[in-house]
């Protein structure tokens, strides 16, 4: 008999209620934020059918909104200077591309406008960004 010894047991097993209950928060927190997380410009895109272009490097976004304004990826660049920014931009790249998303109402000289000053600053690859029909 051991009476004036006291025995303490510990308890081993993890109480995981608390952290479920953390992760299913933190699961809620970042699916409500992940969409907003999205950016770029947002654009009326024309609809056609084409296959999607496969490249090594991400290529360089160049935006032109109904509203005549030019954004290298989020950047606001004047007609201008387009060829001057894109010059250095791809001075240190091995592929020289880009590709070109205009919304749909933007006159077809403008676009044909920066067109030229894109080729201009020796950019050999121009794509296209469009939309697939819905069907």
Partial sequence: MDV?????????????TPL?????VLLIIFMATAPMMMHG?????????????KTKEDPLIL?????RVILIEDYKVELKSLKEKL????ANRAEKEILLQGDKD?????????MSQVKEAGITKVGMITEPPHK
């Fill in 4 to 16: 004036g010894e006291s025995r303490h047991d510990y308890l081993s097993d993890i109480n995981v």
């Fill in 87 to 90: 010059e250095k931009i791809f």
């Fill in 106 to 114: 933007v006159p077809y000289g403008f676009v044909i406008k920066v």
């Fill in 63 to 67: 935006t032109v909104t109904k509203q």
């Fill in 41 to 53: 410009v947002k654009v009326n895109l024309p609809k056609t059918e084409s296959k999607s272009i």
């Fill in 20 to 24: 479920v209950d953390v992760m299913l």
